[in-house]
């Protein structure tokens, strides 16, 4: 894709550059790139020169030579003799600017024979000498290790050698003789050029190569052809074509205008040929989740085609990070980077996928291009509406005849489009395009006349002059290249439209900046610039995965920066004024809401080829012919088969008149100013927009593309340190957005309003930091061993503890008497490891790692895990370089202590995402120390609920009182229910509370409970049911707390003492008990704005402490006439006469309207039901059910009011009640009525045994 290409230049080419052996210097190995000595001479690679680039300096695009010639010819010199193929092969490569605009180069590679004797001597010797290394090997009986065997991993082809065997082979392939063979060297020609028109530029190469290797000498000298690409032809303007002269034909390009799809010139079809729809998907995705990616393969166009078509495909959205389709041998400790990238790398063909040794695989995507292979990483998630996508991108490549499986044989030159044949005007005749009179023209005439008449059709033009007329359009370029625009056009259509649905009203969640521009560039890190939980939540279920994660990549990011940062259409970049213009026309055409989303899936309409055809039927420019030059006698004369030494003094300078030449660049054109240049000619028109958006962007990833050039260790050693910036950077930024997620309060500070986090966002923060983890872990990795770093470094670990210390650690429970105490988990980062791999459904090494992760988050354990295990320094030192990020002691600290701030927060990550695995539960039951427990006879039984489970009833022993057992996974903890069985002579037993706690996490929760169960004591109960809290693991002062009496417990307790004994009672009066009351609603209906996936317990919201049920407690409490001293009263006892009187006055039909009957008669069966229940809840606990069950449906405000208005009331209540107050108990009606609007649904727990 052509973005930020330099617009300094408006010529088609900057440089021309010829590559090859400079004979002068001879022939030196080229050590960088990974060779050794072991391979015959014709085999190694030897270092090329940059022959010759004129001019030599451009101004608005400096010429850098190291790049340029590693780039040209990445694997160095290569050497043939006659008996080799010899095919000049055309590859294409970027240069990215630390800015991030970029320049294209397109080069020929042909060989021409050596001359120079020297050279073919200096063969013959290398050749004598590595005959005679080779027989003494062969003939080393004591040889156990080939030198193959220690062979570098990265080496090109190269005769394989084995034992005896060998011998012949050996002859075969050293077989250079200076007297017998001919040597041949291999040279490239190169354009380097600010467009990439690759088809374009490989015509002007292959016809320049055809010049010097035809009979005839060309028209006129080379110079005048090169001259006139480098100075007179221009860059065609947007949305027009043009044309100008090889050697030998007329060479065509043309450029989208402002409202198409930006340039794009690489067959796409190849890239689905070579790798089949379903594998470019899941590529695709890869690309945009910012995986690290990594193409494969022995041609270099391969990984060039594959790269740009995956870049090109993401439209609107553009790739941020280091991006290097064609990596040079000498560069691949790059591999290395610790960041997202997307590089190729040169296969030799021989090698399989094991010989490769790469730094990190947890979230690698590698692309064996030759192969049809792709290997993903792990828990990718699909891209939505992946099968419809799938079966579109297919329609498309069928009737181009392409197969949608991929083809691996497809040449590799131009992905053919032989098999045409008329596919794609079967597939216009079903769309009913075809108007028949033109069906028989058609099979006369030429095909692509036809693609374009069934266009025009399509498009709404009459066609119906005699069809003779037709015969004058002529399409300027060949058809196979119009095919391939065609092709390439309606699938990157298909693509864009995928993201013009998607995102169809983004600009709805965009959140502007409320300050100046200047300030809002300085805080960028900590700013939101999308309201992404909003977006989210308006999207399709099966969309979610996918999205959630996108949204945080930086590529979106900078999408939606770019947004903010133009208010009007003149200031915005090119693909986002592309993007919104279509996103407009979507509104247009869908009238339903546009916040509304579907997963219906629908096809791309908008398929504007014609303007392509246009172009290429109708040239709008021509540029000037090619001429002779001024050059001097005898010049521009050459050998057959030589690519000749080119006149610099005609070819440096451009001419001197030329209109739109305004710059042509002085040669003397001095470094110093390169830097003031380069920032002049970024951008011209919005420079300032453009380096702002590169600043704001800069979060580690200020490497666009590695150094090209010599690479000393200093070089390498300055690039690692940036990559450990940039990784604490990165961890920086991450915590800090996961925090602001999760604590909300602080985000809605910064003025980002209302946060809530979903699960599914909450995974995907999670699984990005467990993703830069395992970058961090394998930067700098000496051996590399499985395919995560992590999870390696702890089994070595683990490894080396239990040799240490054979004896295994226990759990560290004690278990102290009365059970009255649970000490919290040991802290061991074994014990957590084998957690892990007790857990039978995770399989892979990069999956424990991500459990193991989870595991340390929820138990805040994570930054004190991840120090124990990095304080063994002699391990980290055996397994990582000196310049790898663990080994900066700084930075390690540093980021540690970003870990830390997670423990400021409560992560559910592994429970809630591990299931189905089974939990080992602790429960210890705390029975009051005062009134003598120890007497207590009946034996006690609990069930405990949780919100993806329950036990069933489990018995625990009476005297030890705690038991533990294993179940799957319940979830965080809600209700236990427990009781006794009312055995013995002392069936009477006050419990303080219950003590559960999970043994994998160490979450420990507290059921409060401070009430007797037995009966005639308290209100009878024989079982209760007790909603539970997580108790914050703080100090050590919490167990103590446990022992305190119930009474002085936290003010939560109230209500329990009210029964216990009236005369203590708390007295509230109205006011607070109408905000009593109007917080617990309050607090239920925000549960129920919140999103499915981030509600808490509701049984805490009815039943916990301040809940509901509390609330109307206070109010039936209020003003309650106590008869006796000594005799408890229960709201339930005032509720029963109620019924009795109810019941009655039905009886007696002393009845106001039907409405009160039906009122009535609801309260009564509910009364009747819970009254009946087998179990033995007790007054409170009946108390309880009825309010829950009138919540759940929705009758708890006609209850109120009968009983406001019921004559027990009166006797039973005191003058100044709550309830005997008409405007007090109206507005409690009016609040309860707020619950109408929500389906309540009750755990289990709760109503048990109630059949309503």
């Known amino acids: 894709m052509t973005t930020g290409f330099s617009s300094g230049s408006c010529r088609f080419a900057d440089y021309f550059v010829i590559c090859g052996l400079d004979t002068e210097s001879g022939l030196e190995p ?7 000595f072991e391979q015959s001479p014709l085999r190694r690679t030897f ?67 050596v001359t120079s004797k020297q050279i073919c001597s200096a063969m013959q010797t290398l050749y004598h000498m590595h005959n005679a290394e080779q027989y003494d090997i062969l003939h080393t009986p004591t040889s156990p290790r080939g030198p193959e065997d220690q062979r570098h991993q990265h080496t090109p082809s190269r005769p394989v050698l084995h034992a005896a065997p060998a011998i012949s082979r050996l002859q075969r392939f050293n077989s250079y003789d200076i007297s017998r063979d001919t040597l041949y060297v291999s040279k490239c020609i190169c354009l380097i050029t600010p467009m990439a028109f690759a088809q374009a530029c490989r015509k002007v190469l292959q016809q320049l190569h055809q010049a010097v290797t035809s009979p005839q000498p060309p028209p006129l000298p080379l110079e005048s052809y090169i001259f006139n690409i480098l100075y007179e032809v221009p860059l065609p303007p947007a949305g027009r074509s043009l044309k100008f002269s090889g050697v030998y034909g007329p060479v065509v390009c ?8 930006p340039l794009f010139d690489f067959a796409i079809s190849e890239m689905f040929n070579l790798l089949g729809v379903e594998n470019v998907l899941q590529l695709f995705t890869c690309a945009l989740l910012e995986m690290q990616i990594l193409l494969y393969s022995q041609h270099y166009q391969r990984l060039m085609t594959v790269a740009e078509s995956i870049t090109a495909l993401m439209f609107p959205f553009q790739w941020q990070h280091v991006y290097v389709p064609i990596l040079p041998a000498s560069l691949l400790h790059f591999l290395d980077a610790p960041v997202p990238y997307l590089m190729g790398l040169h296969s030799n063909g021989q090698d399989d996928r094991t010989k490769l040794e790469l730094p990190q695989e947890a979230n690698l995507c590698f692309v064996d291009i030759d192969n049809h292979f792709i290997e993903l990483p792990e828990e990718l998630p699909q891209f939505p509406n992946k099968l419809e996508f799938i079966q579109e991108i297919s329609e498309v490549l069928m009737s181009f005849g392409v197969s949608p499986e991929g083809n691996i044989y497809s040449s590799d030159s131009q992905a053919k489009y032989r098999g045409f044949r008329s596919a794609d005007m079967v597939s216009d005749k079903r769309n009913g395009n075809l108007a028949s009179p033109l069906n028989s023209y058609l099979l006369r005439e030429n095909e692509t006349i036809a693609r374009l008449q069934a266009l025009v059709k399509r498009t709404g033009v009459s066609l119906d002059k005699d069809a003779s007329s037709n015969k004058d359009v002529r399409v300027q370029c060949d058809e196979e290249e119009l095919k391939m625009h065609q092709l390439n056009i309606q699938v990157r259509e298909v693509f864009a439209n995928r993201f013009t649905q998607m995102f169809a009203d983004y600009d709805v969640f965009v959140i502007q900046p409320s300050h100046d521009k200047e300030s809002w560039f300085t805080n960028r890190d900590q700013m939101q610039n999308f309201d992404k939980a909003s977006f989210l939540s308006d999207q399709p279920e099966p969309y979610l995965p996918f999205l959630s994660r996108f949204l945080e990549t930086q590529m979106f990011a900078s999408f939606i920066d770019s947004k903010i940062l133009c208010h009007d259409d003149e200031e915005k970049e090119h693909t986002l004024r592309v993007f919104d213009a279509r996103v407009d026309k979507i509104r247009m055409l869908n009238v339903r809401t546009p916040t509304l989303r579907t997963s219906m899936y629908q096809k791309c309409t908008n398929i504007e080829e014609a303007a392509i055809e246009m172009r290429v039927s109708k040239i709008d420019h021509t540029a000037l012919h090619p001429h002779l030059l001024d050059m001097k006698i005898g010049q521009g004369r050459y050998e057959q088969g030589f690519f000749p030494r080119l006149q610099s003094d005609v070819l440096s300078t451009g001419p001197t008149s030329n209109k739109w030449a305004k710059r042509s660049a002085p040669a003397q054109w001095r470094r110093r100013d390169r830097q003031k240049q ?20 800069n979060l580690g990833t200020t490497i666009r593309q590695p150094k090209l050039s010599n690479l000393s260790p200093s070089v390498i050693a300055q690039t690692n340190w940036k990559f450990v910036e940039g990784l604490l950077k990165e961890c920086r930024n991450k915590t800090k957005r996961m925090l602001v997620e999760k604590m909300g309060r602080e985000a809605v500070e910064l003025g980002h309003g209302e946060v809530s986090i979903t699960g599914v966002e909450e995974n995907t923060l999670i699984a990005s930091l467990c993703d830069l983890l395992e970058r961090i872990w394998s930067h700098g990795l000496q051996v590399k061993q499985g395919k995560s770093a992590l999870w390696s470094h702890l089994l070595h670990y683990q490894d080396s503890k239990e040799k240490k210390n054979a004896t295994p650690g226990s759990l560290g429970r004690k278990s102290d008497g009365g059970g009255s105490v649970m000490p919290p988990l040991k802290i061991s980062l074994i014990q957590d490891m084998r957690h892990i791999q007790n857990m039978s459904e995770i399989k892979t090494d990069v ?28 391990l980290t030192k055996k397994l990582y370089k000196r310049y790898a990020f663990l080994r900066c002691d700084d930075e390690k600290e540093q980021f540690l202590y970003h870990l830390l701030s997670f423990n400021a927060v409560d992560y559910f990550c592994f429970t809630n995402v591990f299931t189905t695995i089974m939990i080992p539960y602790h429960v210890v039951v705390v029975p009051s120390k005062k009134l003598g427990g120890s007497m207590f006879t009946a034996n006690p039984w609990v069930c405990v609920s949780g919100e993806l489970a329950e036990t069933g009833v489990l018995q625990v022993p009476r005297n030890t009182l705690e038991i533990t057992f294993e179940c799957q996974n319940l979830g965080k903890l809600t209700t236990v229910q427990m009781g006794h069985d009312n055995t013995g002579l002392y069936a009477k037993w006050l419990v303080e509370c219950v003590m559960v706690r999970n043994e994998i996490t160490g979450h420990t929760y507290k059921f409060p409970c401070g009430r007797w169960l037995g009966k005639g004591v308290d209100d009878g109960s024989l079982e209760r049911i007790l909603v539970g809290e997580l108790m914050t693991p703080s100090t050590e002062n919490d167990e103590r707390m446990c022992r305190t009496p119930p009474m002085q417990q936290s003010p939560g307790m109230m209500r329990r003492f009210v029964t216990i004994s009236p005369n203590s009672k708390p007295k509230l009066n109205t006011g607070q008990i109408q905000e009593g009351v109007g917080e617990a609603i309050n607090g239920i209906v925000k549960h129920f704005h919140k999103p499915e996936k981030e509600r808490g317990s509701l049984t805490l919201l009815l039943c916990g402490e301040y809940g509901l049920v509390w609330a109307l407690e206070q109010v039936f409490q209020h003003g309650f006439k106590s008869p006796r001293l000594f005799k408890n009263v229960f709201i339930w006892d005032f509720l029963e006469k109620a019924q009795v009187y109810f019941e009655s006055a039905e009886q007696r039909e002393v009845t106001p309207d039907e409405n009160w009957q039906t009122r009535v008669r609801h309260f009564c069966r509910f009364m009747r039901a819970i009254n009946n229940t087998p179990r033995n809840i007790g007054k409170d606990g009946k108390f309880q059910m009825l309010v829950c069950l009138g919540a759940r449906d929705h009758l708890l405000h006609h209850w ?19 309830i005997k107050d008409r405007s007090l108990v109206n507005s409690l009606i009016r609040v309860l009525q707020t619950l109408q609007e929500f389906n309540i649904t009750l755990e289990a727990s709760l109503v048990k045994g109630v059949g309503i």
Request: proline residues 4%.
């Open 1200 to 1218: 109120i009011a009968l009983l406001a208005d019921c004559p027990i009331t009166s006797q039973m209540y005191e003058d100044t009640a709550l």
């Open 847 to 874: 999956g424990k790692a991500r459990a193991w992760v989870r595991l340390s988050m929820e138990k805040k354990l994570l930054s004190r895990h991840l120090k124990q295990l990095l304080s063994d320094h002699e």
């Open 254 to 261: 043309q450029r989208p205008s402002t409202s198409e799809l």
């Open 30 to 36: 080229d050590e960088l790139s990974g060779e050794n």
């Open 47 to 113: 270092k090329s020169k940059v022959l010759a680039h004129y001019p030599d300096n451009v101004e608005w695009n400096p010429f850098d030579q190291d790049a340029v010639g590693m780039l040209c010819m990445p694997k160095g010199l290569s050497f043939r003799t006659q008996m080799d193929s010899r095919e000049p092969q055309f590859h294409s490569f970027i240069i990215t600017r630390e800015d991030g605009s970029r320049t294209y180069g397109f080069a020929l590679t042909f060989f021409e024979e």
């Open 678 to 697: 380069h920032a002049e000619h970024l951008y011209l028109d919005n420079d300032q927009r453009e380096k702002y958006i590169q600043e704001a962007r």
